[in-house]
């Protein structure tokens, strides 16, 4: 079975708390904040003022830019207010708030829960509707997904790689879209493949999940989706990483930055994102909403949401039985790669795969001892760096020399904390590393372009 | 009670491996040859541990406490593997004192000089032992009280060194079960392979260095043994395997973290260059065994394989 | 006897050829230097902070020497007197740098800004901006973990367990400028430093509005402007919601001080003064305060 080339940890993925609990449709919620930075790229800027009235899937906030996406109400009601509110680490950002009344929603949405099949788009509109639906990387990354499908000139796209990875540790929000979304899933491919002209998708699924493996498959057979194939890969984190994933479907290397996975003909998108293509091109429904894993042995219960973009943090936990009492980490996604939220009225966003809930004992770390260059990190390490010298040279602050020891191809898995039995938080000091040595090099491309 | 949210960059999990614990895995490995060589030679050769492990502890301790002024670090076992390891490079009859002398200098020189856990650029327990050899050089090799084997009277690498042929003579299930002579720790080899078999299940070590070491003694020995034709091709390199401190050193002492290379290519360099100087000195050397000094001249190289074995970059 | 005579004199001979040919070879590679910059490194406090602008104090002594205008250049650990008799000794003119010292702009304690969560990652200030805004909620104020402490060569800063707040020494601080640097807030300024330690600033950096900063702490600036309309000198301008005193407009009169609502504009080694009541103010009265601030300032710098 196939993986990735180098490196890699099993962690106990806990899949099994949340893989069984069905989609929930969530209650439209009173009120949302919707926040204008929910992808990489630049904010987008609020078109609707204080005590405007939206409707469900209207515009109101625009890109800004090429890398940058569309973000659209996730309710109908009126703006109460257009201000800067704190994000999920505390941070003040820019947020449309909507009171709700009602659940109205633009006419040109198609609401009927029939599967569309046919597309007879040309790649170009396929892209402009992607665009205009503000569609980002759903996984948790947030790129605009406009961007990855369009592609550049001199390349060609050769194989359409859709991650149904999920190869972070309790999450379960992919599996179930899988399960239970499989048609809008395989007709998002199809339109996929449309757009960035490729004959073959290729769905890598990690075989801890047999049962998504096997749905699939019997429904490309029955239902003669072509061009589409189902391959399980060998259970290991972080396989979800874009680079490690074609490396595991394809064989080949994406080289180091700056270069794109499209250098080795390969497209990759995450489940739910082609989910919500499918209902963007198909349907006219902008992305406003999407599949939340609520998870974490200090719960009360665990589920699988369809939540609206911009519902409280903390409303949501609470149908999960509310945060226990004592000392808890709130995760925004899965325990390797997730965010600490600090603040609960935080919204969800475009991003967000899961909201995880740690006990303190299950967070707490480890308290750190001296480094005893056992390489384990260097083993667990998929992108084949020296996480112990790249973190030491960030603490002590020899930028110039973790740029020669390509700090920069770090992906932030956190496979070499994981493993290191001196508790030394490796990953904390070199993403300060990789954070200078990207800004080092903007600066010295911004000075060679003067 | 209030909730309290707990704030921390990813990753949120660990892999519950700590070095207290990988240092507990090595002393329970060297449990059984030290079974096996208190079996063989009584019970002073608890003794002498119990006074090594007592010794490194206590100087790693003072020092801390001391000379250093920062919270000790004994808690992490390392000194009580260094406490282990040097007693088993002893032997069993050894005046206390000398045992004494040899933690002083494991720890105080080869380690806590340095900074202690992790910074030293030789294995502590190796230092101690070599200072050991040099200066008490008739107690270091006094096996007398070891049973006498089938070459008695005299050790065998120095025999075997000068006539390979009477290799044939030995009983080499013998040496395997513990009887032969040598230091504490060196006797029990099926004890040792053993304890080997444990840590990599336990993944404490990895392969790479424990069978190159051997591999590449096995096939020197083979080689030089071929001179002589007959069965020696294949009890020469048998011999060598088993007698002296070839397995604790392939094992338990080359494998030491800090002082051996982080990547598998380098460990592969690193063991063969072990395998490579110890059959030199043991063959043509004015000592009759040559892995301590093998080990001590390889940990000195570990840097330089360091710079020079990096893990393959992703995508080049 | 013999052995002992051969092997004085093979010494000795191998000793005058390697003599020899490391005389050739030392003419050879000689590098022709400004003897002066030798003097001039000496002179110099050999701290290599770095806070000239150059990478040590030898780089620094070669620019002193090769230029011909230093105007430019300052050595802020040597200071003023240092710079002039420098410049005497290469019969330059030195630059006139009134003296500055780092000045912290964070008053907001463990009482004022109570931590509302607990942060368990590397103890770090950078580590903790990468991905947070800090144990208290304020985006702006100091996180605690000293960077800038490890960043200070003389041991001018210091954390004060009580307030959770780093502490500026200002007779060791050299205003070398690598707290500036380490500080990922940007809560560093360095401020002119007046006679006796004496200073007057604003300990808030937060440019949130009013209502948002005072959620989070107690002694944040609420940009509420009472301080700017009270300056005489026009040294205290408000943006973003924040008040900002202008160390070089600034004249130490301590009004601003009364008026701030809650106490973020620090007073350091001075009296406030003392607080008249309100129905008492009189146009007249402001002038005097003014003039008598005036005459205080000016004996202050005599001294």
Known sequence: ?450 | MATRLFAAPSPHLHGGENTRRIMGDVVLALLPALAVSTYVLGWSVLTTTAIAVAGCVVFEYLICRLFLKRKSTIGDLSAVVTGVLLAFNLPAGIPWWIVLIGALVAIGVGKMTFGGLGCNPFNPALTGRIFLLIAYPVQMTDWTTNVPDTLSGSTILPTIKYQPELVSELDIMQMFGGNMNGSMGEIGALALILGGLYLLWRRVISWHIPVSILATMAIFAAIVGAGYGGAVVYELPLFHLLAGGALLGAIFMATDYSTSPMTHKGMIIYGVGIGVITMIIRLWGAYPEGMSFAIFIMNAVTPLINKYCRPKRFGC | MNSLVLTVLTLGVLGVNLAVVLYFVAQKFKVEEDPRIDEVEKMLPGANCGGCGFAGCRAMSEALVTRDNIGALFCPVAGGEVMKSIAGYLGKTAAENSPIVATMRCGGTCQKRPKVNHYDGALNCAVVNTFYVGESGCAFGCIGYGDCVHACKFGALSINEETGLVEVDPDKCTACGACVKACPKGLFELRKKWPKNRAIFVACRSKNRGAVVSKVCKAGCIGCGKCEKVCAFGAITIDSHLAYIDPEKCKLCRKCVNECPTGAIHIVNMERLPKEPKVAKTPAAEVKAEVKAEVKVETANKE
């Open chain 1, 1 to 450: 079975m196939r993986t990735f080339p180098i490196g890699g940890i099993h962690p106990s993925d806990n899949k099994e708390w949340s893989k069984d609990k069905a989609i929930e449709v969530l209650g439209l919620p009173d009120e949302v904040k919707v926040t204008m930075i929910q992808h990489i790229g630049a904010p987008s800027t609020p078109i609707v003022q204080k005590g405007d009235k939206v409707l469900t899937g209207q515009l109101i906030g625009q890109a800004t830019g090429f890398v940058s996406a569309n973000i659209h109400a996730p309710i109908s009601g009126t703006v109460t207010s257009v201000d800067a509110y704190p994000n999920g680490q505390g941070q003040r950002r820019i947020m449309v708030v909507i009171k709700r009344e009602g659940d109205e929603w633009m006419e040109d949405i198609d609401r009927t829960p029939e599967l569309k099949r046919e597309c007879t788009l040309t790649p170009e509109e396929i892209i402009a509707k992607v665009r205009n639906a503000g569609i980002v990387g759903l996984g948790g990354a947030q790129f605009p997904t406009h961007v990855k499908l369009s592609v550049p000139d001199g390349h060609k796209a050769e194989v359409l790689i859709i991650n149904g990875v999920e190869c972070e540790p309790y999450l379960t929000s992919d599996y179930r879209n899988m399960l239970e979304r499989a048609e809008m899933l395989l007709t998002g491919i199809e339109v996929l493949m449309r757009a960035v002209k490729v004959e073959r998708a290729v769905i890598g699924v990690e075989n801890n999940k047999p049962d998504a493996i096997a749905h699939l498959r019997d429904i490309i057979a029955r239902n003669n989706y072509r061009g589409i194939e189902v391959m399980p890969l060998k259970l290991r984190y972080p396989q979800g990483g874009e680079k490690q994933l074609i490396a595991a479907v394809t064989g080949r290397q994406v080289a180091p930055p700056p270069a794109l996975p499209i250098s080795v003909g390969a497209v990759v998108c995450n489940v739910s994102t082609a989910i919500a293509v499918y209902e963007a091109v198909q349907k006219n429904k902008p992305l406003i909403e999407r599949v939340v894993t609520i998870t974490g042995k200090a719960l009360g219960s665990t589920h699988n949401f369809l939540v609206r973009m911009g519902t409280c943090v903390g409303d949501i936990i609470n149908l999960a039985g509310g945060l226990p009492e004592g000392d808890v980490k709130l995760l925004n996604g899965g325990p390797m790669m997730g965010r600490s939220v600090v603040d609960i009225t935080a919204p969800l966003i475009k991003g967000c795969s899961g909201i995880t809930v740690l006990s303190g004992k299950e967070a707490a770390r480890g308290k750190e001892i001296a480094c005893i260059k056992c390489g384990k990190c260097v083993a667990a390490c998929p992108m084949g760096l020296e996480p112990y010298l790249l973190s030491k040279l960030a603490k002590l602050q020899k930028w110039d020399m973790a740029e020669e020891h390509n700090t920069i191809d770090c992906i932030e898995c956190g496979c070499c904390s994981y493993t290191c039995p001196s508790y030394v938080p490796l990953l904390d000091y070199i993403r300060i590393g990789k954070q200078t040595v990207m800004t080092n090099i903007r600066a010295r491309a911004n000075a060679n372009k003067k």
